[in-house]
């Protein structure tokens, strides 16, 4: 396949991440460098849950606009009342910890495992009101412990969005990647929007996975964007013009030794100092996206396969930022 990019680090990266299709960037005080495997500069990949740390982003803007506030509830932007979920504050959503499970059911679960590990199918195509009327009946856990979840994003997301009176895909569009100048970046609800640009991930062992689009999904991991934007988005968090760059501050404890956690993004130690990071995974990418915010550093990493970067991105950053 062929190298694009900054040859230096398309060959620093190689032998790590192999002669499939891959994209990597690197911001640093210095400048920008961008390097892909088998794709071009521009084309549109899936950053799975990194697309939480958007949807981080978007919340805390929106408190900055005081159009939500941490303490709202659910219940007060998402037609959810008599369930469960209702009560539970936007704050808590924000930081895993509002007893939310990862999808709304077990059952639910196990048949959407199944299905993609069988076919390779999306197992995400839910629109925003399945998703609401799924949520009814869900019941919550403990509520203040940490526990990752997907439908807790999504959740956030789509009442972002509602007390912004415009769909999450428009309140992305209006207040991110405008703004920013990501004009790769999009919130798929079908395959018909992919564009010619798309890269289809596989699974580890090679097989086409279908690519994760729908409206329920995007929150929390529907969004696709090109490594070149990603690196535009890398910069605009290192130097705060990024709508809702607060959201990267942390505010609570979370899982993990010295981990916390802002709204979305988490901060854990690193070689050099704290690394404020997200990753993501799909029926067939793997992503990571890291920040030295002290050395004004970042990398972000795209694997279209399922093999996690997140071991090679923290290297990198880390030699990045090295005395």
Known sequence: MTPYGDLGLHDQLHADLGDHRWAAATVTPAGTSLAAHGMDLDA?????SVSKGITGL????AIARREVSPTDTLGQHLPLQGSPAAEVTLAALATHSSGLPSLPSLGLAV???????????????????????????????????SMYSNIGFQLLGHATAAAAVMPYRDLVSRRLAAPLGLTSLIVPTSQAELGPGAVIG??????????????????????????????RLMQALLDGTAPGAAALDPVADFIGKDTRIGAGWITSSGANGPITWHNGATGGFRSW????????????????RTKAPDAVGTRLLASLTGA
Request: hydrophobic letters at 40%.
């Open 44 to 48: 549109t990949l899936e950053i799975g």
């Open 58 to 61: 978007l919340y805390t803007d």
């Open 111 to 145: 048949g959407r495992t199944a299905k993609w590990l069988i076919t390779q199918a999306n197992p995400y195509g839910d629109t925003r009101d399945e998703l609401l009327s799924q949520v009814a009946s869900t019941k919550l856990g403990v509520q203040g412990r």
């Open 202 to 231: 596989r699974s580890r062992l090679g097989r086409v996975a279908q690519p994760w689009t729908g409206e329920a999904v995007g929150p929390a991991g529907g969004i696709r964007m090109s490594v070149t934007d990603i690196a």
């Open 289 to 304: 996206v890291g920040l030295d915010r002290a050395a004004g550093s970042a990398v972000g990493v795209v694997n279209a």
